[in-house]
T-cell receptor
C-alpha cells in the first residue's frame, strides 16, 4: 500500500471554476502537509504547508487537513489558465530536515 | 538570489555506462536532498546531506548509486553502472540549517536521465 494516494487525473475545468484536489495517507506520524505545484520541465514549487489538522488560506488557495480521516485537500478558487500544472501533495514527520513523501500528482488544466 | 541548479538538464547513456549528476544548492543551505521520479511513479526520496555528512541514505536503491558532497557545497550523484530502471528525473533540493518550525525545501529543475 502506498503511503500517500492521489488521483493523477487529468482534471480539466473551465476558467473561474473552483478546483478541489485531495490526497489520503496511511502514516499517522505525518505532521506537516504540503502542496507543491510543478510546471512542465520544472521542479516542484511549494504552494503552502499546514501543520497538523486545520485550514490555511493564501489568496485563492485553501489547504485543509483532517488527521482523523488522514485526508488532505487543496481548493483553488476562481481558477486561471496559469493554474494549469501538476499539483503534488506531500508530507513529512517534522518541519525540520526531514525527507518528504509525495503523492503522484494531479495534472490540472484550466480551459480559458 | 540564485535557486537550486542541476547539471546536466538531460543525459542519455547506454546501459552499463557511468553518469554523474551535479547539484548546486542555494548558497548557505546546509541541507541537501536528492529525490528521483521514475515514470508513472511518485517522487521518491533518495538521501539527505547535512553539510558534507550523509544524514539519511535510506532511499538509495542499491550500491550502484554513490552520492558525495565534498566541502559541504555542491553534490554529485554517480550511477555506475547504469541500468534501464535508473531512467527517470533526478531532483535536488536544499534547505537552510535546522530552524524551529517548518523548513522549506527548494527544488531544482531536475536532471532527466535516459538509459538505453
Amino acid at each position: 500500500q502506498k503511503e500517500v494516494e492521489q488521483d493523477p487525473g487529468p482534471l480539466s475545468v473551465p476558467e473561474g471554476a473552483i478546483v478541489s484536489l485531495n490526497c489520503t495517507y496511511s502514516n499517522s506520524a505525518f505532521q506537516y502537509f504540503m502542496w507543491y505545484r510543478q510546471y512542465s520541465r520544472k521542479g516542484p514549487e511549494l504552494l503552502m504547508y499546514t501543520y497538523s489538522s486545520g485550514n490555511k488560506e493564501d489568496g485563492r488557495f485553501t489547504a485543509q487537513v483532517d488527521k482523523s480521516s488522514k485526508y488532505i485537500s487543496l481548493f483553488i478558487r476562481d481558477s486561471q489558465p496559469s493554474d494549469s500544472a501538476t499539483y503534488l501533495c506531500a508530507m513529512s514527520r517534522s518541519g525540520g530536515y526531514q525527507k518528504v513523501t509525495f503523492g503522484i500528482g494531479t495534472k490540472l488544466q484550466v480551459i480559458p | 538570489e540564485a535557486g537550486v541548479t542541476q547539471f546536466p538538464s538531460h543525459s542519455v547513456i547506454e546501459k552499463g555506462q557511468t553518469v554523474t549528476l551535479r547539484c548546486d544548492p542555494i548558497s548557505g543551505h546546509d541541507n541537501l536532498y536528492w529525490y528521483r521520479r521514475v515514470m508513472g511513479k511518485e517522487i521518491k526520496f533518495l538521501l539527505h546531506f547535512v553539510k558534507e555528512s550523509k544524514q539519511d541514505e535510506s532511499g538509495m536503491p542499491n550500491n550502484r548509486f554513490l552520492a558525495e558532497r565534498t566541502g559541504g557545497t555542491y553534490s554529485t550523484l554517480k550511477v555506475q553502472p547504469a541500468e534501464l530502471e535508473d531512467s527517470g528525473v533526478y531532483f535536488c533540493a536544499s534547505s537552510q540549517r535546522d530552524r524551529v518550525g517548518y523548513n522549506e525545501q527548494f527544488f531544482g529543475p531536475g536532471t532527466r536521465l535516459t538509459v538505453l
